[in-house]
């Protein structure tokens, strides 16, 4: 399909009236449209009300956010070192379990994982703080969508990094809470 022909369906005008408003009238929505997409995408908008390549920008932005919320939920429930491992068990459950997220086993990975998740707490006075964590990180799991778990679990390294950019800035005091009250325990 022509340009010309996109633009006549896009904006239901005749073809005079698009040669007016690119020629005379030079009005920006042209240049606007010229410069962000392509006959291909437009024709897919006309054909079915949306572009594929938008819709993933806006998912990717969704699951990435929804990511970093998750991993700074994770980080004031337990501490940094609890809340990096267990992005690290959700990529390792991840590709054990051929590439899927599975509740179950993420739950059995984190009942048996005492000493690979929580590396600070290894004698018995900590086993409820321990058991407790567990519960809150396993319903943190649970309320998450499969797909931003399916994201965590393949982007972990992106997640950590970025998350560190951002609170470089300025550190959140509950962090050194929530760490300085598991240590003391």
């Excluded at 337990?78 to 491992?85: I, L, M, Q, R, T």
């Amino acid at each position: 399909m022509t340009r010309e022909k996109i633009m006549t369906q896009l904006f239901e005008f005749s073809s005079p009236t698009y040669y007016k408003w690119t020629k005379q009238d030079k009005r920006k929505i042209f240049d606007l449209l010229n410069y962000a997409f392509t006959n291909n995408e437009l024709e897919e908008f006309i054909k079915t009300g949306k572009i594929d390549k938008i819709e993933e920008l806006g998912n990717k932005t969704y699951l990435f956010d929804s990511s970093m919320k998750f991993y700074k939920t994770a980080k004031h429930i337990s501490n940094f070192k609890v809340a990096k491992n267990l992005l690290l068990l959700l990529e390792n459950n991840y590709k054990q379990n051929n590439n899927s997220v599975i509740i179950e086993k993420i739950a059995e990975s984190i009942y048996k994982s005492d000493k690979e998740l929580f590396e600070y707490f290894e004698n018995d006075k900590n086993i409820e703080v321990v058991t407790s964590m567990k519960l809150a990180l396993l319903n943190l799991i649970q309320k998450q969508d499969i797909f931003v778990l399916e994201y965590i679990s393949k982007n972990r390294k992106e997640i950590e990094k970025n998350s560190l950019k951002k609170s470089a800035k300025y550190l959140n005091k509950i962090d050194f809470f929530y760490s300085n009250n598991f240590h003391r325990i």
